[in-house]
Nanobody, 119 residues
Framework: VQLVESGGGLVQAGDSLKLSCAKS????????MAWYRQAPGKQRELVAA????????TYADSVKGRFTISRDTGKDTLDLQMHSLKPEDTAMYYC?????????????WGQGTQVTVSS
C-alpha cells in the first residue's frame, strides 16, 4: 500500500485548505484511514479518522467543527477539508492507513505535506 499526500501550503489565519491522500497498491478491506499531524517539537497527534464499513468518524477536539474528513471510494482517496485555519494548525500532516487482517495490524504512512498558517 502506498499513500501520497498533496494539498499543503502556506495560508493565512482564517483561510481554508484541502488535503488529499491517494491510496494505491493492494486492495484492503477492514481498515481505518486517518490524518495525523506533527508540529516541530511536538508529538504526532491524530487529527481525524474514518473507519471502513460503518464509516465511523473521529475528530480531535481541537479541529471539531472546522475540519471534515471524507473518503472517495471511486478515486480511492482520503480528503481533509480544513476551514478557519489557525496558526496552531501549522504542522506536517500525514496520511495513515491501519489495516487489520485477523489478529494482525499493518500500518502505512505517507511522506507528509506541510501546512503553515500565518497569523
Amino acid at each position: 500500500v502506498q499513500l501520497v499526500e498533496s494539498g499543503g501550503g502556506l495560508v493565512q489565519a482564517g483561510d481554508s485548505l484541502k488535503l488529499s491522500c491517494a491510496k494505491s497498491g493492494r486492495t484492503v478491506l477492514q481498515f481505518v484511514m486517518a490524518w495525523y499531524r506533527q508540529a516541530p517539537g511536538k508529538q504526532r497527534e491524530l487529527v481525524a479518522a474514518i473507519t471502513s464499513g460503518d464509516g465511523k468518524i473521529t475528530y480531535a477536539d481541537s479541529v471539531k467543527g472546522r475540519f471534515t474528513i471524507s473518503r472517495d471510494t471511486g478515486k480511492d482517496t482520503l480528503d481533509l477539508q480544513m476551514h478557519s485555519l489557525k496558526p496552531e494548525d501549522t504542522a506536517m500532516y500525514y496520511c495513515n492507513l491501519l489495516w487489520r487482517v485477523g489478529t494482525y495490524e499493518y500500518t502505512y504512512w505517507g511522506q507528509g505535506t506541510q501546512v503553515t498558517v500565518s497569523s
